[in-house]
C-alpha cells in the first residue's frame, strides 16, 4: 500500500491523490484501505520516514567511523546517495513537500538537522585542514545534499548504477572541496 501510494504521490503530488486512487491502483475498496491506516497523511509520514531513516543511519555510521572529518564528509555523501538510489521513490517524495501540513513541516524540521550534520562535517574537516578555508560550510553542505539530491531529476536506479553515480559525485565534490 505505501510503495502503490508513494508512486502515486511522484506521479500525481501528494495533494492531488486521494484514498479513492491509492485504493483503486491497488484493486481495493477504499474502505479497505482505511482498515490498514487512517488516511494520506499516515502514508506521506511513512514514505518521509523511510528516506529520512535511510539518512540518520548514514550519519549515525558515519558519527562512529574513527576518521579523519574529511574522509567522514565524503562517506556520508557517498552512503547519501546510496540511500537515494535505494529509496529512490520515497526520497523523490520527501524532495518535493514545501510543509504545508503537519507532517511535512516535520520532514523538513528533519531535513535540516541533517543538513546541520553536514554542515558540522564540513567545518570539522576545515579546522583539520581538509577542506577550504574560503568555502562557507553551510553552503558547501547545501551544494553538497544539493548535488545528491538532483538526482531524483535524473537517474534512473538500476543495479550497480549508484555505486558508480556515489563515486562521480564524490569526486566531482570533492576535488573542489579538498586542500
Given at each position: 500500500m505505501l510503495n502503490a501510494a508513494v508512486r502515486l504521490f511522484n506521479e500525481q503530488g501528494y495533494d492531488a491523490t486521494s484514498m479513492f486512487d491509492i485504493?483503486?491502483?491497488?484493486?481495493?475498496?477504499?474502505?479497505?484501505?482505511y482498515h490498514h491506516i487512517s488516511g494520506k497523511e499516515q502514508l506521506l509520514q511513512m514514505a518521509m520516514d523511510r528516506a529520512l531513516d535511510g539518512l540518520f543511519e548514514a550519519a549515525e555510521d558515519v558519527r562512529e567511523a574513527d576518521l579523519p572529518a574529511i574522509e567522514r564528509l565524503e562517506r556520508l555523501i557517498r552512503l547519501s546517495v546510496l540511500v537515494l538510489a535505494e529509496r529512490f521513490e520515497f526520497v523523490t517524495v520527501l524532495l518535493r513537500v514545501r510543509g504545508n501540513t503537519e507532517v511535512e513541516q516535520h520532514a523538513l524540521t528533519r531535513r535540516r538537522e541533517f543538513d546541520a550534520v553536514v554542515t558540522e562535517l564540513v567545518k570539522q574537516a576545515q579546522a583539520e585542514g581538509d577542506v577550504r578555508p574560503d568555502v562557507d560550510p553551510a553552503t558547501a553542505a547545501r551544494l553538497l545534499l544539493g548535488m545528491v539530491n538532483s538526482l531524483t531529476e535524473w537517474y534512473k536506479p538500476r543495479p550497480g548504477g549508484a555505486e558508480a553515480i556515489a563515486d562521480a559525485v564524490s569526486n566531482v565534490a570533492f576535488e573542489g572541496l579538498r586542500m
Open positions: 485504493a483503486e491502483s491497488l484493486g481495493i475498496t477504499k474502505s479497505s484501505v
